[in-house]
């Protein structure tokens, strides 16, 4: 009986063995090949399209900026840091009708032979915000500044200041 029931086993394992040809092999690979055509061909027509119907976001390169480092401004925690004598308009407010007659006489004190340096700050710069306060304070450790104020510092400290308009505008005048 033994032998009856393996050869009954035998004959159901040769029952379920698929056979297996080149040519079934070769049609499964033509269909992978073939979806693969496909699938780029899609992403190929899409790309296409994109390109076509975007085309008014085509790069272009932007023309190159000259690059324009002021030496003449400087931040309000540099004030009393440099060398020598000199001159410094901080300036609290862009849109200060006096602004650009500040500027035009300095220019014009610059346009002299010897004159001293100018040095702008402008406090409405996020890194200058903490030198705003409500009341001008010319201690060196805690400036703050409420209006446009020309300072005279020299060796680091103070010397003169003018806080009124038409006093910075006097006293650049009369330089």
Do not use: C, Q, R
């Given at each position: 009986m033994a032998k009856g029931k393996n050869y009954k086993n035998a004959k159901n394992v040769k029952n379920n063995v698929e056979v297996v040809s080149t040519s079934d092999e070769m049609k499964k690979l033509g269909k992978i090949v073939v979806s693969l055509f496909i699938i780029i061909?899609?992403?190929?027509?899409?790309?296409?399209?994109?390109?076509?119907?975007?085309?008014?976001?085509?790069?272009v390169p932007s023309k190159s900026v000259e690059s324009n480092i002021s030496y003449e401004t400087i931040l309000a925690s540099d004030i009393l840091s440099k060398d020598g004598e000199y001159y410094v308009l901080v300036n609290t407010d862009s849109k200060n009708p006096w602004l650009e007659t500040y500027v035009k006489a300095i220019e014009d004190y610059k346009s002299k032979d010897e004159h001293l340096k100018f040095y702008k700050v402008d406090l409405e710069d996020a890194l200058n915000k903490r030198y705003v306060g409500e009341e001008n304070n010319l201690e060196k450790d805690n400036l703050k500044f409420t209006?446009?104020?020309?300072?005279?510092?020299?060796?680091?400290?103070?010397?003169?200041n003018y806080s009124d308009s038409i006093e910075i505008y006097s006293h650049i005048t009369s330089l």
């Open positions: 061909g899609i992403f190929y027509i899409i790309a296409v399209y994109v390109s076509k119907n975007t085309g008014n976001l085509k790069f209006k446009t104020t020309l300072l005279k510092i020299k060796d680091g400290n103070i010397v003169e």
